[in-house]
């Protein structure tokens, strides 16, 4: 090879490892932001939370939701930490979130150290995805127990749509469908404004149409599950079963929607 060919495969090599870079850094700062949103309103629920509040498994009071976003989130802390150490991390069971005994579990926690907890472990979360390796998070052929899915979105599902998910539905169980709505539209501007990748603004999008259903905006909504399946394919096979929008498909306004 000719030092001449050798410097431009070099200047090439160099030119796509920076742009990986930037794309990289620019997907850890989007995801740093919705981390840090779905922490931050778990914060303001926990601050006018009362400790008292009758709940069920049924219909979950305030602090056994953001203890439950807590679990869930954390599970993701220990994923990355053991690919992050070249492991492979635990398998997790799924939580049954009509299960009376999780419920009595996590409602039995201290209401100062739920709060303190939550905070701590979008913490750990936004630690770990930082400390990520690059191609750990976008290549899942790194990590087999991914089976094909990316790192990066898995972060995303477990430390904001997740969460997120369950603050809007403890707003709509509680008679506060407005609040729920605010919440989701809130989520869809700020993950707009951060440049999160189209699968993230899709979830948004798809709990602000969950949102619109439960407060009987069913035109709405579709308009919003259309927007978020157009972003985010796989939230077809969700908004085909859902139980939060089957006023919606039953209204016949997801036809077209869920042939695609």
């Known amino acids: 090879m000719s030092t001449a060919s050798a410097a431009s495969t070099a200047s090439t090599a160099s030119t796509v490892r920076t742009a990986s870079t930037v794309r990289t850094g620019s997907l850890r700062r989007a995801i740093a932001g919705l981390i840090g949103l ?10 006018a939370a009362d400790p008292a509040e009758p709940g069920s498994a049924q219909c979950w009071a305030a602090l056994p939701v953001i203890a439950h976003n807590t679990d869930f989130r954390q599970q993701q802390v220990t994923r990355l930490r053991a690919v992050r150490a070249g492991g492979t991390p635990p398998d997790f069971a799924e939580a049954d979130h009509e299960s009376p005994a999780l419920y009595a579990e996590l409602s039995a926690r201290p209401a100062g150290a739920v709060a303190a907890a939550g905070w701590t472990s979008a913490g750990e979360l936004l630690t770990e995805l930082m400390q990520a390796r690059d191609e750990d998070l976008l290549d899942p052929a790194r990590n ?4 094909g899915r990316q790192l990066w979105l898995q972060v995303i599902v477990r430390g904001f749509w997740h969460p997120s998910g369950h603050l809007g539905e403890y707003y709509l169980r509680h008679g506060q469908a407005g609040q729920a709505v605010a919440l989701a539209e809130h989520a869809v501007a700020a993950a707009g404004y951060l440049g999160a990748p189209a699968q993230a603004r899709g979830m948004a999008g798809y709990n602000l149409a969950c949102a619109y259903a439960a407060d009987g905006r069913l035109d709405a909504a579709a308009a919003a599950v259309e927007a978020a399946v157009a972003l985010n394919a796989d ?7 859902d139980p939060d929008l089957a006023a919606v498909r039953d209204s016949g306004w997801l036809v077209a929607e869920l042939s695609g």
């Open 38 to 47: 779905a922490a931050a309103e778990e914060q303001r629920l926990a601050a």
């Open 144 to 147: 087999p127990w991914l089976r």
């Open 235 to 241: 939230l077809r096979a969700n908004a085909a079963r």
